[in-house]
């Protein structure tokens, strides 16, 4: 078998790089990197990291309260968070949002916020996507959009608990039937 010439091995790597490279760039647009930089606001990385958040703040300027007392919010964001032992500290925005006091600290605040709410990536819109392909059998022909609907979040849903009692007594004062059944194991 012939081994390739450095010449042939540069005409195959060097457009398999670029290619790379291309699709890298085209899954991390800009607005996806400001958007993961508002990450560096949750404690764990916070207080452990020097993280550069002012691409961030330069595109939500306009949302933020106060965007200029932002460097001593850093500052008594951090300073509130370094006594505490590290395993304590916040290491989701989510939870980051819960333990921030917006009067204290009105810019974290509004950061985290969007933090929580602009996807980085789509990942839950295709789970939730991807869970609509168990119920969407042959029962779906039979079924409406708002019916699926409500199945597929119970599907999504399912580690949350249901009071089956509950839920029979809702269904039946919303629809009371006129023909009362009687227990048929009972005997007069």
Not at 31 to 43: D, E, H, Q, R
Request: glycine share 2%.
């Amino acid at each position: 078998m012939e081994v390739p010439s450095p010449a042939g091995l540069r005409n195959v790597a060097i457009p398999l790089l670029d290619h790379i490279i291309m699709c890298i760039e085209e899954q991390f647009s800009p607005s996806a990197k400001v958007a993961t930089s508002l990450l560096g606001l949750v404690l764990s990385v916070f207080c452990s990291r020097n993280v550069n958040v002012n691409a961030a703040v330069n595109t939500y300027t306009d949302d933020l309260p106060s965007p200029e007392l932002l460097e001593m919010e850093l500052t008594r964001w951090r300073s509130r968070y370094l006594a505490m032992e590290p395993q304590l500290w916040p290491a989701s925005p989510a939870v980051a949002i819960k333990d921030c006091d917006a009067a204290l600290f009105p810019n974290i605040s509004i950061l985290l916020q969007i933090a929580c709410t602009v996807p980085v990536t789509s990942c839950e819109c295709e789970r939730s996507a991807s869970t609509l392909r168990r119920p969407n059998n042959y029962i779906r022909a039979s079924m409406e959009k708002d019916r699926l609907s409500h199945l597929a979040l119970l599907h999504i849903h399912y580690t949350t608990p249901v009071d089956l009692d509950t839920v029979v007594d809702c269904y039946a004062r919303l629809h009371p039937r006129r023909l009362q059944l009687e227990n048929l194991l009972q005997q007069r």
